[in-house]
């Protein structure tokens, strides 16, 4: 078993299987800037590995396989939005090191699966997930375009009506549902989740390695198409948003436990907001004091 601070890997079935376990349970394995580059290097290493023949990737812990992107490490960019352009590298690194992987990789859906999180499964060739899970897409309810993979896929494996469906309402989607959607391979009671992983290792180890490597190259096809027309675009529009009201609300809705003021961001567009003498930003035209650093907007009512 190797650590690499908030990731493990373990090798198993004579070293023909990594497991990757995002470690990070007390944030229900939010992903942040470490633990992306994590799952870089270990996908990384697995593609290198010439005994390697099947990757599994989970959460520690019961609670999440991931909850997608660590909102205090998000919360930062709003002093600095630049810097969430490197943040989003170390996410598409992750992503991509996931996706180019020879072998075939398993989402062993352990969790809660949320945002990022269902991006990372998506990007996996294959899931199985325990009977109590849910999945969801939150971007549109905390402000951030789901861009790192849902946007681009979800369509290809669920359809485009359920792909609008879960980005735009963000409902969770039970085990059972997203199975019947074509969102994950296998539903199984928890006892059982890791039988079925060791079943279909078995599986994928009885096939030949080559062209299993090739196949997966073919597959690939329409996921490669959409991410490569689409993410350079994200990223930088998702930058330049990353310090907006939008998200500013989002995380403090989130930080706060209350709802987003979906209303007063309507608001703002409609009527318009003033700029803050403090830092520069526009705050709505009813906000008596700026929610991003909290100096007084004079003459608001």
Same mark, same amino acid.
């Given at each position: 078993?190797?650590?690499?601070?908030? !990731?493990?890997?373990?090798?198993?079935?004579?070293?023909?299987?990594?497991?990757?376990?995002?470690?990070?349970?007390?944030?229900? +394995? #939010?992903?942040?800037?470490?633990?992306?580059?994590?799952?870089?290097?270990?996908?990384?290493?697995?593609?290198?590995?010439?005994?390697?023949?099947?990757?599994?990737?989970?959460?520690?812990?019961?609670?999440?396989?991931?909850?997608? %992107?660590?909102? *205090?490490?998000?919360?930062?960019?709003?002093?600095?939005?630049? *810097?969430?352009?490197?943040?989003?590298? $170390?996410? =598409?690194?992750?992503?991509?090191?996931?996706?180019?992987?020879?072998?075939?990789?398993? %989402?062993?859906? +352990?969790? =809660? !699966?949320?945002?990022?999180?269902?991006?990372?499964?998506?990007?996996?060739?294959?899931?199985?997930?325990?009977?109590?899970?849910?999945?969801?897409?939150?971007?549109?309810?905390?402000?951030?375009?789901?861009?790192?993979?849902?946007?681009?896929?979800?369509? =290809?494996?669920?359809?485009?009506?359920?792909?609008?469906?879960?980005?735009?309402?963000?409902?969770?989607?039970?085990?059972?549902?997203?199975?019947?959607?074509?969102?994950?391979?296998?539903?199984?009671?928890?006892?059982?989740?890791?039988?079925?992983?060791? *079943?279909?290792?078995?599986?994928?180890?009885? @096939?030949?390695?080559?062209?299993?490597? #090739?196949?997966?190259?073919?597959? $690939?096809?329409? @996921?490669?198409? /959409?991410? /490569?027309?689409?993410?350079? $675009?994200?990223?930088?529009?998702?930058?330049?948003?990353?310090?907006? %009201? &939008?998200?500013? &609300?989002?995380?403090?809705?989130? $930080?706060?436990?209350?709802?987003?003021?979906? &209303?007063?961001?309507?608001?703002?567009?409609?009527?318009?907001?003033?700029?803050?003498?403090?830092?520069?930003?526009?705050?709505?035209?009813?906000?008596?004091?700026?929610?991003?650093?909290?100096? /007084?907007?004079?003459?608001? &009512?």
């Amino acid at each position: 078993m190797t650590n690499a601070g908030s !990731v493990r890997v373990v090798r198993d079935r004579g070293g023909r299987r990594i497991t990757v376990t995002i470690d990070r349970p007390d944030v229900l +394995n #939010a992903l942040d800037a470490a633990t992306l580059d994590g799952l870089r290097d270990a996908f990384t290493e697995a593609a290198a590995d010439l005994r390697v023949g099947v990757v599994v990737l989970t959460g520690a812990g019961d609670r999440a396989f991931s909850t997608g %992107a660590d909102l *205090d490490e998000q919360r930062s960019f709003l002093a600095r939005r630049s *810097d969430y352009w490197s943040w989003m590298g $170390h996410f =598409i690194d992750a992503i991509d090191a996931i996706r180019d992987c020879p072998k075939p990789v398993i %989402a062993r859906l +352990n969790g =809660i !699966v949320v945002g990022g999180g269902n991006e990372l499964n998506l990007a996996c060739d294959l899931a199985v997930a325990a009977d109590d899970i849910d999945i969801r897409q939150v971007g549109p309810s905390r402000g951030s375009v789901p861009a790192g993979g849902a946007t681009q896929w979800l369509p =290809i494996v669920i359809g485009d009506r359920r792909a609008r469906e879960m980005l735009l309402l963000n409902r969770p989607i039970g085990a059972a549902e997203a199975l019947e959607w074509g969102l994950i391979n296998r539903v199984v009671p928890r006892p059982e989740l890791d039988a079925a992983i060791d *079943d279909l290792t078995e599986e994928l180890l009885a @096939k030949m390695p080559e062209i299993v490597r #090739a196949t997966k190259a073919q597959l $690939h096809f329409w @996921k490669d198409l /959409s991410w /490569s027309l689409t993410v350079r $675009h994200a990223r930088e529009w998702l930058t330049i948003h990353a310090d907006s %009201a &939008e998200v500013a &609300e989002g995380l403090a809705g989130f $930080h706060e436990k209350r709802p987003v003021d979906h &209303e007063g961001l309507r608001d703002m567009l409609e009527v318009g907001g003033r700029t803050c003498p403090g830092c520069g930003r526009t705050a709505p035209g009813g906000f008596r004091f700026c929610g991003y650093c909290g100096v /007084s907007l004079g003459g608001a &009512e």
